[in-house]
Structure formats: C-alpha cells, structure tokens
C-alpha cells in the first residue's frame, strides 16, 4: 500500500519482512522451540483451568458477583499470576522490562494500555497483577478461557446486545467508582488490534467514568516485530510461529503518570478518550488517529460518515484491472450496470449474474467483488457502479448523485429521510452508513432535503465537502467542472485515492 509523504500511517496492516538470514534461522529455531514451546505453554495453560474454576467453586450468584476477598483472593490469585507468567515465559517472553511505576487503585482504578497489538499483549496482565478485563461474552464459553474470565470476574458484552453494552456501561462505572472494593480494572481502549504505527481513536469505555486513568504503553522492541496480528497481514499463526522461532522477545511495559481529568473531561468522555490518546501517543512517537474498526472495515470518522481506508471500488478496480479489463471497459460495463438498474429490475445479483454482467471468464474475481460489499455471494449492483464510477471519474459526480438519489429516493417523492441519505452514502462510498444524523442535520438545515440541498452540502459544507476532495473524485463539484472527467476523458490515474492508499493494498518500497 503506498503511503505518500506526509500522509498517517496504515495501521491494520502488518507484514513481516525477513531477509535471506532470518528465514533460516527462524526455520531452524521453528523446527525446535516451536513444538517445545507450544506444548510447555498449553501444559500451564491446562493447569490454570481447575485451579482458576476452584476460586468461585461453591459460591451463590450473589456472592460471585461480589470482588472476592479472603483466602480465595489471596491463594488462587498468586497461583495463575505464576501459571500466567510461566505460559509467556515458555513462548519466548524470558523477560518483562518495566518502566515508570504502577499507580494504586485508589490512584488509578483504571489502566488504560495501548497499543492493542494481538492476543500476546495479554502478558500485560502479569506485569499489572492480574486485573480485571472486559471480554466479550462468547469468550466465556471457551475452554480454559472461559475459566480465567470466571477466575477473573471479568465483565462480559455481547457486541450484538444493545441491553448487554448498557449492563458492561453500569458494571464497569459500579466497580472503578466502588473506592477500592473492586480490583482495578484493565482495557485496551483502541478496540481491536493494530500495527504499532498509529493509535486508533479510543473508545470511551475506560473513560465514562470520570475517574483518573494511568495509561500504560507496551512496547515490542525485537527485529523482526513478530507479535503483532492485525486485519491485514501476518495471521495469528504466523504470529505465533515467528515469535516462537525466536530465541526469546523483548517487551516493555511503561507506566506513566496517572491522568487525572478535568471537569469538563468528567462531562465528555469522547474528549476524555481523545486528549489520554494524544498524549499516549506522543509518547510512542507515532500520530493520534481518528481511524477505527467499523465492522468488517477500517474507516477514518468524517463528522458521522465512515471512510474506508482501503474503498471496496479501489480494489474492485484493482481486480478489474488484474483481469485484463482497460479503463474503457471498465467504464463501459459500469454504465450498462447503470443502465440495468434504470430498468426496474432487481439489483441484487449473485457472483454467478455479476459475472456475466462484468463479462468475466471466470467466477472467482466475481466471488471476490462480492466479499468486498457484502459477507455473501451476493451484491447490490448500485453499490457496485455508483462507488467504481465514483472514486474513478467515469460520470461526473453531479450525474452520479442524481442517480443515487433517483434510486434511494424510496417513496419518490423527491425528498430525502434519513434512511435514505444513509443508504445513499453507503452506496457512493462503498460501505453501509449506520450514523448519518449530524449530516441529514446538515441538509434539513438547507431547507428541504431535495437533491439540490443535497448537491449543495457536498460542495459547500466544511466537513461534508471532504468527502469531495478526499475520499470521492474531485474535480467535478468541487472545482466546477461539472463533466467530472478531465478533458472529456476518463481518468487513468485514479483520482480518487483516500489518504494516500492506492488500490494495491500494499505499502510501497
């Protein structure tokens, strides 16, 4: 993926690069330590299981859900604070290298820890005493996890859950607010793992309460970086074989002052959230970023609308053009596409339609399209040809959005809800739009949400005109060349790079 100078970092994306030397000796070392070191690791690992399920053994409902105090505390803590330490020690963790000094509970009853690099940073636990976690409630049902999450009292979400996330809201501001009667708790406040590159805006989580936070950066210091799992890039078995084929891994667990917030940081946890990222993240030396997971894709945040990082449209292009098709085909199938939808028929077609439609040999590039819109075999086809002629300049950007409004305009009556301004984005930028009330706030506010109001944002509006001149090809609204195509002609260059990412999906040498 190419990243132009100047421009933030991807950071879902991870590969490891090994030279000639490395590759031996990982293979070697692999062959041996990787057999030793799984099985050494899972015997600990299946130690913990009934000596974490003895710690609650025999309590009520209502004592379990009480902080366990006494004996219980005391003994069961020290053993899988051990077993958990031998486990990272038997995968290569010889040594963990702590800077700066754990604060209190009454301090910090919340470490905030990032960044969130894969399932190893879990060793962070050891190093921090063994806190509480929040775990999404599948992971109960898991073998051996399930235990150490019973063991630890952890608090459980189920994402799917409306009622489970405002349980975990009350349950984590009962207990960091509880004045040391509950452990503290720990979270990794990006959400989901990264690169190390950049940190990815926070999630509130840790933050809703109100109370000081002590922030803790993990560092992986060891070339080649092998710990990190991300959405694109080395699995986690990769992860797990290359840490392992290493002599040992270093690691660093820096603790820095606790943050105490500001009142007006007490009223705003999203500012809260932000203001401990910059300053994390200044730290790390690495940019604070308003990137985030949304789903099955990476996004950047514009006002209420989700960007993708990497467009479906741009990789569709990519693989268009990987199958031999030039610009002008493309375009031309993009237009008939258009044309078909005008027609009235269905536009939900399946990858073995869309292959016929494209003109494709085979169905595979077909099936790849489909898994780019959709988590099927299946897409809708104006997704497909609005967000393509989109980011490529194939129509003016003023034809495309009175087609989309033609199409989404569900009661045709010439006016836009919510819902449909919604779907509309969704199917210009190439993924669904669940938050679009700050801008459907934005055109009500232009008077009636006609397509004129609606072509008006888009060109006139601060926030929403960077969908323009970022994300979308820009040369048609925003710069009054309403033909949109530079010199009558489509654009081969594709204009429509977002952030300095290209189709490729690949960082350039």
């Known amino acids: ?50 000596i974490a399920r003895l710690r609650l053994a025999g309590l009520s409902e209502a004592e379990r859900a009480e902080p366990v105090q006494g004996w219980r505390r005391w003994l069961f803590h020290h053993i899988i604070l051990f077993l958990s330490r031998a486990v990272f020690f038997a995968v290569g963790f010889l040594w963990i290298k702590v800077k700066g000094r754990q604060a209190g509970l009454k301090e910090a009853p919340v470490l905030a820890v990032a960044p969130h690099s894969g399932f190893l940073d879990m060793l962070v636990l050891c190093a921090t005493g063994l806190p509480i976690v929040v775990s999404r409630s599948e992971n109960s049902k ?49 959400g989901t ?34 710990v990190r799992w991300t959405w694109k890039g080395l699995s986690w078995l990769g992860a797990l074989w290359h840490t392992t084929s290493q002599i040992y891994t270093s690691v660093t667990v820096e603790f820095l002052p606790v943050y105490t917030p500001s009142q007006q940081e007490k009223e705003n946890p999203d500012l809260y959230a932000e203001n401990v990222q910059k300053l994390m993240a200044k730290a790390l030396g690495v940019p604070a970023t308003d990137y985030v997971m949304e789903g099955r894709f990476p996004v950047k945040k514009l006002g209420n609308l989700s960007l993708p990082l990497e467009p479906p449209a741009q990789e569709t292009l990519k693989l268009l053009h990987k199958h031999g098709f030039t610009n002008a085909r493309v375009e031309t199938v993009m237009n008939d596409m258009i044309d078909s939808c005008h027609s009235g028929q269905s536009t939900t077609v399946t990858a073995d339609h869309l292959t016929s439609l494209l003109g494709l040999t085979d169905r595979t590039t077909a099936v790849k399209i489909c898994s780019l819109y959709s988590k099927d075999d299946t897409v809708d086809m104006r997704q497909v040809c609005l967000s393509v002629s989109a980011v490529s300049g194939f129509r003016s950007l003023e034809s495309l959005i009175h087609t989309a409004f033609t199409w989404y305009d569900t009661d045709q009556d010439g006016l836009l809800s919510a819902d449909d301004l919604s779907n509309l984005m969704g199917a210009l930028v190439g993924i669904p739009q669940y938050a679009v009330e700050d801008m459907y706030s934005a055109l009500t506010s232009r008077g009636r949400p006609t397509e004129a109001s609606l072509q008006d944002l888009l060109r006139t509006h601060p926030v929403y005109r960077k969908v323009l001149t970022e994300y979308l090809h820009s040369s048609g609204l925003a710069d009054g060349n309403h033909n949109g195509i530079p010199n009558g002609k489509a654009n081969s260059n594709n204009n429509g790079i977002y952030n300095g990412y290209e189709a490729t999906g690949r960082k350039s040498d």
Not at 13 to 39: D, K, M, N, S, Y
Not at 159 to 182: A, F, H, L, M, N
Not at 195 to 202: P, Q, S, T, V, Y
């Open 193 to 226: 793992t990264t690169n190390g590159r950049a940190l990815i805006k926070f999630k509130p989580g840790a933050f809703l309460a109100g109370v000081p936070v002590q922030p803790v950066l993990l560092h992986y210091p060891s070339d080649p970086d092998t």
């Open 1 to 50: 993926m190419l990243k132009g100078k100047g421009q933030t970092p991807h950071p879902f994306v991870h590969e490891v690069t090994l030279t000639a030397a490395q590759r031996v000796q990982g293979t070697i070392l692999g062959i041996v330590l990787f057999p030793i070191r799984i099985t050494l690791a899972t015997l600990f690992f299946l130690l913990m299981w009934p």
């Open 142 to 190: 898991l073998p051996v996890i399930g235990a150490l999450l019973e063991f630890n009292q952890s608090v459980l979400v189920s994402r799917k859950d409306p009622e489970s996330r405002k349980k975990c809201v009350s349950q984590i501001c009962e207990r960091v607010t509880s004045d040391g009667r509950w452990p503290q708790m720990l979270m990794f406040p990006e």
